[in-house]
């Protein structure tokens, strides 16, 4: 299925203009019939006149109804007796077949997501040639079948996915997407939102199988064979144009272009979150740990290089060995050193 943008620019007026004109010509036909027949002088003619200002004044309004007012990033899909008939893409004022009917199946569907125009459903006063072929003046309830050409915003809920080592986390998109092709939008998927959403779903789940929540060993996430650093909270950028392109190459045929997808929550899961946390608290303090002893060595070393160099103290092994012991422990030590003053000697 292709689209058919329409070529009628703006002629609604045009057409306004020459209903109304042809609805009073008929009016006065009817009025002038009627007194042609109480003046009996042209019963006949008048007669045709009655019956022809009858007919027009009766089937006139139907031009009315092909009537359509659009404004900038809108659309009309519109179809003919069940054949796709064209769409209506530019603002403007429009007439066209008063027979054709206006189509969006996802009119109604509401997900979490921005506006569809004008909210969808809602109640409102239909003029004469007014929305969708109303006829009548009063309030009804009128199904807003235009689609909206604006950039729009997804954001489904969070979903629990289990990353490459099993770990179950939690993860929410947010997707940016837009309407390119509007006939493929309506007639090649049943519900255009509906499938969008399925499609973000499953497209979440396929990418984030890949990656561990943090960086892990022998892991591989380019699919080149070699280990890498790629992780779900270090690559979230990389993770969410993955997760872009995989949704474009599902939603091609819906006509929907995906300009953005971007990853908006990320957790462990409630049931394994502390333990997670209590392994992160411990990494982190193994690796304070290493650096506070490779530095409290490296000062060792230099106070000892320092003594001998200068000559001050001539220090056997067992005292270097006691003021290793000491030195260690005052920098090594959670809390403030407590000094203790030797009178003797270690002999």
Sequence with gaps: MEEKVLSVKR????????????????????????????????????????????VG???????????????????????LFGKYYGTLKNDGFYWVNPFCTSFNPAAKTKL??????????????????????????????????????KIMTLNNSRQKINDCLGNPVEIGIAVMWKVVDTAKAV?????YKEYLSLQCDTAVRNIVR??????????????????????LRGSSEIVAERIRQEIQQ??????LEIIEARITYLAYAPEIAAVMLQRQQARAIIDARKMIVDGAVGMVEMALD??????????????????????????????????????????
């Design 112 to 149: 979490n997501q921005s506006g569809d125009v004008n909210g969808g459903n809602k109640a409102a006063s239909a003029v004469i040639f007014g929305a969708n072929g109303a006829v009548a003046g009063d309030s009804l309830a009128i199904t807003n079948n235009k689609i909206s050409l």
């Design 57 to 79: 004044v009766l089937f006139g309004w139907i031009p009315l109804c092909g009537f359509h007012v659009m404004k900038p990033q809108e659309a009309l899909v519109l179809t």
């Design 210 to 231: 890949i990656y561990p929540y943090d960086v892990a060993e022998n892991v591989d996430t380019t699919g080149d064979g070699m280990a890498d650093e790629g992780s």
């Design 11 to 54: 002629n609604g007026f045009k057409v306004l203009f020459l209903t109304i004109l042809g609805l009073i010509a008929f009016i006065a036909m009817f009025v002038g019939g009627i007194v042609l027949i109480d003046s009996e002088k042209a019963s006949v003619l008048g007669g045709i006149m009655v019956a022809v200002g009858a």
């Design 306 to 347: 320092r003594l001998q160099k200068g000559g001050m103290v001539e220090l056997d092994d067992e005292r270097k060995a006691s003021m290793v012991s000491n030195l260690l422990v005052v920098l090594c030590g959670n809390h403030d050193a407590q000094p203790v003053v030797n009178s003797g000697t270690l002999y």
């Design 187 to 191: 007639f090649n998927v049943d519900n």
């Design 250 to 255: 599902k939603v091609n045929e819906a006509g």
